[in-house]
């Protein structure tokens, strides 16, 4: 390897090492969910159960008799459920499959005496024996709280599955029960008790029982998710981050997105050698990991190859958020993924840095009429700062927080003040003529993390709603002019999704897909503010420097995004803990003048 670009044979074995789709797990998976469809169908409707459909239906593997609807609906519930976890390769849904298949070739002979069924059933289980090997995937991290996700979705999912068994017999229904005697129905079923609707013969023993099965399964998959073992997250111990942190001061001055590998709710997977380390989080199945590899250039093939092993290992889908061009050669080399501008990083030189001139003319305006107003600022590193100011400090942030969580991943730190964090770097805002507020005359912070030894990044914004708009301003523009005392060469200020999108379809001369691609981009912004972001950075005529998103399959980018989204706080799909669980943390209040006051440096 020369300057840390690989060999096309070292690029050949990484390819053949990395994870690619498995054919036999997807099938596997694929049918499993259709046999599911099935069942549930030829349990729930009874003009299906008597169809031809169903008679194909009765010898697919799962098919559990044509005379127990309650067993066909569950059978169906439970291979629905099984399906992603065979696609995934999961062994524990392997081993569900494996033990499924025979149980419905018993059942097809001894209810049906359906030897086709049979043989079919024991014919899948074949090669599920044969290719065992496919399905060897670790679990996900996890923890017993998804047991209640499970219950509410389990139960709301039993609810209008019920719903739908107590509406499929309209023939057979005794009078005209109201939704409201449905729903009851539906809900004394699901506990095992007899409800208010009637129903002629022997279908109101089919719908019981099809209800009870319903909230069998509901309260069985809730136990076992609840007591099974549990596999926490992986977080940053005190080891990992001490060798990062000395991987860090060799090497941190060539990423600017370094410092954030600290975050201690990552994980980390290092060379062999040692040398090099790649941080990650996994969410929703995907191994998410932010900026380039820590370390040494000629040791990154190694952490990289570390990295696409583990998500191997439990089925995870890779991909790389916010890494420079650099990285993304190197790690689309090594491993055969693509890589995808995903925007650009705002980088200010110092030296080059000044108000004067009709470009910065708004600037200037802006801070000289705050600072007539009576504020004035200070610029410090965090182990110059008293621990009570440090902690008036911190209950300001988090006060000040725009949203109810904390958000950021791949371009925020997520702690303030941290013994361990004295070479970061603080600005704040202070107003002394006015009566002081619960934190004292503090108005705004701005906090960098350390890039290197010369420049710092910038890590998140916050304010008081109530002071003059135009404080993040104010507070970019002192520690640029204080950067020089503290021996900062460079500030990287905010991402901007997309700049350069932005950037050309306002140009004159753009053609209709660059300005259709940029109406969409200014659509979206009012829900993401991507081109306030882009204007706001733009302001202080920065470089722009590209990063990229580095995945798999375009097929897998939907699911890449939405993992980032929820890594990056903006999409919540999980449970909140109760109000009174939530140890220290205090809600935060809407702030009042656009994306610069959201908190975190990215979009």
């Known amino acids: 390897m020369s300057g840390g670009v690989p060999s096309r044979s070292t690029r050949a074995r990484r390819i053949v090492r990395g994870p690619r789709p498995e054919a036999v797990p997807a099938l596997v998976g694929r049918a499993c969910a259709v046999v599911g469809v099935l069942d549930i169908a030829a349990g729930v409707f009874p003009r299906f159960r008597h169809s031809r459909m169903h008679a194909m239906a009765e010898v697919l593997p799962g098919s559990l008799g044509p005379f127990a609807a309650a067993l066909s609906l569950s059978a169906g519930v439970l291979l629905l459920l099984l399906a992603h976890g065979l696609k995934r390769r999961k062994r524990r849904a392997w081993r569900a499959a494996v033990a499924l298949l025979p149980a419905g070739a018993v059942s097809q002979f001894v209810y049906r005496h359906s030897v086709i069924g049979a043989l079919i059933s024991l014919a899948l289980f074949v090669p599920l024996v044969l290719h065992r090997d496919e399905f060897k995937a670790l679990p996900d991290p996890r923890s017993r709280w998804r047991a209640l996700a499970n219950f509410v979705l389990m139960s709301a999912g039993s609810l209008a599955l019920g719903l739908v068994v107590v509406s499929a017999h309209p023939n057979r229904t005794i009078g005209d029960p109201s939704l409201a005697d449905r729903i009851t129905h539906v809900l004394y079923g699901l506990f095992g008790f007899e409800g208010p609707v009637d129903y002629e013969g022997s279908t109101s023993w089919t719908v019981a029982f099809s209800l009870g099965a319903l909230g069998l399964i509901t309260a069985v998959t809730t136990v076992y998710l609840a007591f099974r073992p549990e596999h926490p997250a992986a977080r940053l111990t005190e080891e990992d981050e001490g060798r990062l942190r000395a991987l860090l001061e060799k090497h941190g001055a060539r990423d600017s997105l370094g410092h954030f590998a600290l975050r201690r709710d990552k994980a980390v997977v290092f060379s062999p050698s040692g040398k090099a380390a790649v941080t990650y989080r996994v969410v929703s199945g995907v191994m998410l990991a932010s900026g380039d590899p820590i370390g040494d250039v000629e040791a990154w093939p190694g952490a990289i190859e570390r990295f696409m092993d583990e998500a191997k290992a439990h089925s995870w889908t890779p991909a790389v958020m916010g890494c420079s061009e650099t990285g993304g050669e190197v790690w689309t080399r090594?491993?055969?993924?693509?890589?995808?501008?995903?925007?650009?990083?705002?980088?200010?030189?110092?030296?080059?840095?000044?108000?004067?001139?009709?470009?910065?003319?708004?600037?200037?305006?802006?801070?000289?009429?705050?600072?007539?107003?009576?504020?004035?600022?200070?610029?410090?590193?965090?182990?110059?700062?008293?621990?009570?100011?440090?902690?008036?400090?911190?209950?300001?942030?988090?006060?000040?927080?725009?949203?109810?969580?904390?958000?950021?991943?791949?371009?925020?730190?997520?702690?303030?003040?941290?013994?361990?964090?004295?070479?970061?770097?603080?600005?704040?805002?202070?107003?002394?003529?006015?009566?002081?507020?619960?934190?004292?005359?503090?108005?705004?912070?701005?906090?960098?993390?350390?890039?290197?030894?010369?420049?710092?990044?910038?890590?998140?914004?916050?304010?008081?709603?109530?002071?003059?708009?135009?404080?993040?301003?104010?507070?970019?523009?002192?520690?640029?002019?204080?950067?020089?005392?503290?021996?900062?060469?460079?500030?990287?200020?905010?991402?901007a999704m997309f700049r350069s999108a932005l950037a050309r379809g306002e140009k004159i001369g753009a053609g209709p897909v660059l300005r259709a691609w940029r109406g969409l981009l200014v659509f979206l912004s009012r829900w993401f503010q991507i081109e306030s972001l882009y204007k706001f950075n733009a302001k202080f005529q920065p470089r722009w420097e590209p990063r990229?998103?580095?995945?798999?399959?375009?097929?897998?980018?939907?699911?890449?995004?939405?993992?980032?989204?929820?890594?990056?706080?903006?999409?919540?799909?999980?449970?909140?803990?109760?109000?009174?669980?939530?140890?220290?943390?205090?809600?935060?209040r809407p702030c009042a003048h656009g994306v610069a006051e959201q908190g975190v440096r990215a979009a």
């Open 334 to 495: 090594e491993t055969g993924l693509d890589a995808l501008e995903l925007g650009d990083e705002a980088v200010v030189d110092v030296a080059d840095f000044s108000l004067a001139g009709r470009a910065m003319r708004n600037v200037r305006q802006m801070v000289k009429r705050i600072e007539r107003a009576g504020y004035e600022t200070r610029v410090r590193r965090i182990r110059d700062l008293g621990e009570a100011e440090l902690d008036r400090i911190r209950r300001a942030a988090e006060d000040w927080r725009g949203t109810d969580t904390e958000r950021g991943f791949s371009m925020a730190l997520g702690r303030i003040g941290d013994p361990s964090d004295g070479d970061c770097l603080i600005a704040t805002a202070h107003k002394t003529d006015e009566t002081p507020g619960p934190y004292g005359d503090l108005k705004a912070i701005l906090h960098f993390v350390p890039w290197g030894t010369d420049g710092v990044s910038l890590d998140l914004m916050r304010r008081d709603r109530a002071a003059d708009p135009g404080m993040n301003e104010l507070l970019i523009v002192a520690a640029l002019q204080a950067a020089p005392k503290l021996g900062v060469a460079r500030i990287s200020l905010n991402f």
């Open 548 to 588: 990229f998103v580095v995945y798999r399959a375009s097929g897998d980018l939907p699911r890449i995004g939405l993992a980032a989204m929820q890594a990056e706080g903006f999409v919540d799909l999980a449970l909140p803990l109760p109000r009174f669980l939530r140890r220290g943390v205090r809600p935060g």
